[in-house]
């Protein structure tokens, strides 16, 4: 939706934003205009989003679609004074009206998503300088020591009976990897510490440190089936208590340590580093420290790999998520990851894509969480349930749409020789 600003901002250029927000507010009440209005406004918003095939629709008063093919799904504001809001930022106030019921979705929610986020992207073509001065405006908040504290704490000291909903048995709360498409949850889950494991080629005795380490079990996982030890660290309360008590439980406090501290105070020499799904929240400003440390960590020697959501080219993450859901966060480009490792002279291995996996892993999520759903609405309440419904079907459709995607880089230190020469290990028989 982001260039149905530019069709309404064309007719007054001089006019400040905050002036035309409230111009939209003001023709958003109720007071008659006749259905031509409502009727035009929604054709404009189907307009600028590359008239996709979806009907959209006034409650009671006014409706526009497809003309000559079946429509996907129906969306529904509840008055012109919501469509009006949404024009006037749509990519942070569709979310926020769809969470508190202000808008209805009839349909199947993922495919709405997929078909609106590839006909917006070809509207979106040509409109480069509205969608980098836009950007320009919507930063990301901080994550210094302090702020990044902030941003954890928002999205995952929210209680972990509310992710043990969803989550699956691991825990874990990032890319599964689907060793078969018959593969659930679960499986993937270990298959894809496995398949982390085995690029690391982690070899009994060695040590490894984890920066971001989520509820802990990868870190119990490489300590249990590879016979390392490892010290994970993290800044999040919440899971590293609930890490530190199933690694007791399991009886392996003598092979893991959880630190409850940031990244960047790591210390010490490691045969491996690894993080995975921490880079989203590092923040580009902080790559170079970022590689610092894993450089320091390894000492010239050893192997590290970072698993983090990305995207084909730089650009912020969208509004809605980074403001309600993700705070501080940002899915870089591999450009971008460059600055972790060019600056320290650490060779790069192997970059492997996972964007399906990514998929499938959100579309196993979404279905748990919508069997929990009336457990999460007596945990917090309805605009809680949609909204976590919206974030987890946007991302199902932001990565089958290549609208972002899954890397993972093996690297090593520069002068470290021992590379392997092939990858027959990754793939074992």
């Known amino acids: 939706m982001n260039a149905v600003e530019k069709s309404l901002a064309s007719s007054s250029e001089r006019a400040s934003r905050a002036q035309h927000a409230q111009s939209l507010e003001d023709l958003g009440d109720e007071r008659p205009h006749g ?4 009727s035009w406004l929604l054709s404009r918003l189907r307009a600028a989003i590359g008239d996709p095939p979806v009907e959209f629709a006034i409650k009671d008063r006014a409706l526009v679609g497809p003309a000559d093919e079946p429509a996907v799904a129906r969306v529904t504001f509840d008055s012109r004074r919501t469509l009006m809001r949404t024009l006037s930022d749509p990519q942070l106030r569709f979310g926020d ?19 609106i986020y590839r006909s917006g992207a070809a509207a979106r073509r040509g409109d480069s300088f509205l969608r980098r001065a836009r950007g320009a405006l919507r930063r990301p908040r901080s994550n210094t020591l302090t702020g990044s504290r902030d941003n954890i704490h928002h999205h995952y000291d929210i209680g972990n009976a509310f992710y043990s909903l969803w989550l699956g048995s691991t825990m874990a709360y990032t890319c599964a990897y689907y060793p078969t498409p018959q593969a659930g949850l679960d499986e993937a889950q270990v298959a894809k510490m496995d398949h982390v494991a085995r690029k690391l080629r982690l070899r009994s ?35 590293v208590a609930y890490a530190r008590e199933r690694a007791a439980r399991e009886g392996l406090t003598g092979q893991v340590e959880y630190v409850l501290d940031d990244y960047r105070n790591i210390s010490g020499r490691y045969d491996a580093f690894v993080s995975i799904g921490m880079l989203e929240h590092v923040g580009v400003d902080n790559y170079t420290a970022l590689g610092e440390v894993a450089n320091r960590a390894l000492g010239g020697q050893g192997r590290g790999l970072i698993h983090s959501i990305g995207r084909n080219f730089p650009a912020q993450l969208q509004p809605w998520i980074e403001k309600r859901i993700f705070p501080g966060a940002y899915p870089p480009a591999l450009s971008q990851m460059m600055e972790i490792f ?28 919508e069997t929990a759903s009336e457990r999460v609405r007596a945990m917090f309440d309805e605009r809680f349930v949609r909204m976590w419904r919206l974030y987890l079907a946007g991302s199902v459709a932001a990565f089958t749409t290549g609208t972002l995607q899954l890397f993972q880089v093996l690297f090593a230190p520069g002068e470290s020789n021992d590379v392997p020469l092939t990858r027959a290990h990754l793939y074992p028989r």
């Open 35 to 38: 259905p031509a209005l409502d």
């Open 205 to 239: 005795g060695e040590t490894v440190v984890e920066a971001g380490c989520g509820w802990g079990t990868l870190a119990l996982h490489m300590a249990r089936h590879y016979g390392v030890r490892v010290r994970a660290f993290n800044i999040s309360r919440e899971q």
């Open 97 to 115: 009206a769809y969470a508190d019921g202000s808008v209805a979705i009839d349909g199947d929610l993922v495919l709405l998503l997929e078909t």
């Open 342 to 369: 060019e600056p320290w002279n650490l060779s790069v291995l192997d970059v492997e894509n996972l964007r399906l996996h990514y998929a499938q892993t959100l579309r196993d999520w979404l279905a748990l969480y």
